[in-house]
């Protein structure tokens, strides 16, 4: 009995899990035909196929569907009515149709298998550990550097599908004009409809793609930020448990040996290729093929010492971390030395992989089996210098991580004013290492020589040194000049001459600090000349004449100058076009160059500074010429700005001769060097101060008189008034 109900039960538990089994298999195919069903509905009967010779601007949103089976259905309405418009063609357009509904059917397929497809994740989240090992945090970086490579990549795709979709789109709006410009009853109107449709597809094409790039980089991008969160948990999580520093001399020792053995290797090839330059027939394949043996080598040479610097830093940060060493003294290598190698191994993998890259752009040779052998080995070596290119890349990365620790243990290592003195210099310098990144970005071309703006602020703090040069040259001479007493004139002249000078060299130093072909300019020079002596005569003539000015020594600073035009006043600079000089009403006036040297010039300070002015005067006949030369002397002894008692500068008068109604005197006096620059108050001053010396001895200036005689054909009227006769109307 026990055994009969135990197989009931086994009986009854079976028909259950026959009935479950069933329930299951059952759901797909209810949920099939629902679907079915409510597609149906969905087609049948709101929905018709648009008409391909009447193609509305809507009919996409009208016939596309997120539901892949509706989709389907109205897919092959579609299909059928265009079936039933191509069937009616004749002969001759039946080709051009068939093609494009074979095109249509295509791009229907492919919409359909693009429906409902995620995009593809590119990589899973990484797990978080308690800690990590150095090792660890490499292969974190690493995978890093992988993502944001990857990333690159999916920008670049997405920046052409973007192009693709405007080409589509401008393809697009011309076949909107061509299909409503043709005839809706010719053969053409069905295949412009076909046209568009496919055109629409295509876009569908593009804007899944775009979306899935978007998707997917959105993707990459939080997997980017999660391992760039789990190497910063990393750094400050470091065990030393997979380094030894036996393993770490040994891995040194190894690179080392490497680094000789491709030295020697460098040598050897260098010599090959001097010899298959310099052979009577040189063969161009056996020169490409040692040219990229030698980038090889250079690259692997390069590699090696980049490699040894990262086992360097690993022995300074593990010895730090376990405490072997007490001060960071005892480390490898200082950072800026470190810094220099890592800038010069960024600017030389930038020249292997353009000679690399045009090594692998050169033709193949047409025939010649060994020519052909030599051209595939060479082919080889670049592609292999390009992927060895990528290591020095990532071994820099690593190293400046590792050495990032090496710095973070220092800083724990250094107390007091070490420590704060090893930040400020670790703060400078990755400060500087990121504004050399900054200036090291090429604006421009000057021909091959490219332009950066590191070139452009060095050209510039280059001659702004000249600049202050010249000028500190200038101020010395100024105030030696006013300290000695010396020829202001001369010191001047010198002083532009070296500043003309000093600018040249400065131009000359900031070009060529931008790495400019001065063998360029010289051509361009001679080009320009022509043009420069035709269009700048006025400009040229005057640099030339304020020259001849300054070598000559004619006219200096501080003289005091009266022009043919009247101007007069002192010379304040001598400019390389023009001369500033200011006039007793302190104006300046800027006056050529060309004119100082064209035109009469009166200088009134050229060989002394003082000169002789003379004052003409009159006074009445009878007056006693002795009394009138006391009161010119005495007038001279009140004017301003007169030598008097110097031996041959005495004021002296002199009668100079008879007037109709005076006596002409000229009183000479001597000035000095303020009286030259203000002639008109000195003569001022000297005829105030006369005319009130006439005053008080009586003497008197005569002024002209005239006597009028009336005459007569009888005679000569007496000068009385005449008496009037009387009218005849009195």
Request: glycine share 6%.
């Amino acid at each position: 009995m026990q055994n009969l109900g135990k197989m009931f039960s086994l009986m009854r538990i079976n028909f259950l899990k026959t009935i479950i089994l069933g329930i299951f298999l059952l759901q797909p195919v209810m949920a099939w035909s629902q679907e079915t069903q409510a597609a149906d509905k969905a087609v049948e009967p709101s929905w018709t196929a648009p008409d391909i010779v009447a193609l509305p601007v809507d009919w996409w949103s009208k016939f596309f569907s997120e539901n892949k089976e509706v989709f389907r259905i109205r897919a092959e309405l579609l299909t059928t009515k265009v079936n039933e418009y191509v069937g009616s063609l004749d002969a001759e357009n039946l080709v051009a149709a068939q093609a494009s509904v074979k095109t249509l059917r295509s791009n229907l397929d492919t919409v359909l298998s693009l429906q409902g497809t995620p995009a593809a994740p590119q990589n899973t989240a990484l797990p978080t550990l308690d800690s990590y090992t150095l090792k660890q945090l490499l292969d974190l970086r690493e995978r890093w550097r992988e993502g944001r490579s990857k990333l690159d990549v999916l920008e670049l795709e997405k920046q052409q599908l973007s192009k693709q979709k405007q080409l589509l789109a401008q393809r697009r709006d011309l076949a909107l004009t061509q299909f409503a410009d043709t005839d809706p009853s010719s053969p053409a109107r069905l295949l412009a409809g076909l046209h568009r449709i496919n055109l629409r597809l295509e876009q569908y094409f593009l804007e899944k793609q775009l979306a899935d790039k978007t998707a997917q980089q959105a993707q990459l991008g939080s997997y980017l930020d999660d391992v760039s969160q789990k190497i910063t948990y990393a750094a400050s999580h470091l065990l030393t448990d997979d380094l030894s520093l036996k393993d770490l001399d040994s891995a040194i020792h190894r690179l080392s040996d490497t680094m000789t053995g491709a030295t020697g290797k460098l040598a050897a090839i260098q010599q090959k290729l001097l010899d298959a330059i310099n052979a009577d027939k040189p063969n161009k394949y056996k020169i490409l093929d040692l040219k990229q043996q030698l980038t090889k080598v250079s690259v692997e040479e390069m590699l090696a010492r980049l490699k040894l610097e990262l086992e360097y830093a690993k022995r300074d940060w593990f010895l730090l971390r376990t405490g072997t060493i007490t001060s960071t003294l005892d480390l490898h290598k200082s950072d800026p030395t470190l810094r220099t190698l890592l800038d010069e191994a960024t600017q030389q993998s930038a020249l292997w992989t353009e000679a690399s890259r045009n090594t692998l752009i050169t033709p193949a040779p047409d025939k010649g089996r060994t020519a052909k052998r030599t051209y595939n080995q060479a082919q080889t070596n670049a592609h292999k210098t390009l992927s060895e290119v990528a290591d020095i890349t990532a071994t820099m990365d690593n190293l400046s991580l590792v050495q990032a620790q090496v710095a973070s243990e220092s800083l724990k290592l250094e107390q007091g004013f070490g420590g704060v003195w090893l930040r400020i210099r670790l703060f400078t310098d990755e400060l500087w290492a990121k504004s050399k990144a900054l200036l090291n970005i090429s604006l421009f071309h000057f021909g091959d020589s490219p332009v950066t703006a590191g070139g452009l602020t060095k050209a510039l703090l280059i001659f702004l040194f000249f600049w202050a040069l010249s000028w500190i040259i200038r101020h010395l001479l100024d105030r030696l000049v006013r300290r000695q007493q010396f020829q202001q004139g001369s010191f001047y002249a010198s002083g532009r001459v070296l500043h003309y000078i000093i600018l040249t060299i400065a131009v000359i130093a900031a070009l060529g600090s931008l790495g400019l072909d001065f063998s360029s300019f010289a051509l361009i020079a001679g080009a320009l000349s022509v043009g420069i002596g035709f269009g700048l005569q006025t400009v040229v003539l005057n640099f030339v004449s304020g020259l001849i000015l300054l070598f000559e020594g004619s006219i200096r600073v501080g003289d005091y100058v009266e022009l043919d035009s009247g101007l007069m006043g002192v010379v304040r600079e001598i400019r390389s076009r023009a001369t500033l000089i200011t006039t007793n009403d302190n104006i300046d006036v800027i006056v050529p160059n060309s004119e100082l040297t064209a035109n009469r010039m009166i200088n009134w300070t050229l060989r002394e500074s003082i000169a002789r002015m003379r004052i003409p005067f009159a006074v009445a006949y009878g007056s006693d010429k002795e009394l009138v030369k006391q009161a010119a002397l005495d007038a001279v002894d009140e004017g301003e700005f007169c030598i008097r008692h110097t031996i041959g500068r005495k004021p002296a008068v002199r009668l100079i001769s008879f007037g109709e109604n005076a006596l002409n005197f000229e009183l000479r006096v001597w000035v000095n060097r303020q009286g030259v620059r203000r002639p008109i108050f000195v003569r001022s001053s000297i005829l105030w101060a006369l005319d009130n010396k006439f005053r008080e001895n009586g003497l008197r200036v005569p002024f002209p008189q005239r006597e009028v005689h009336v005459r007569k054909e009888s005679g000569v009227l007496s000068p009385q008034r005449p008496e009037l006769e009387p009218s005849d109307d009195q």
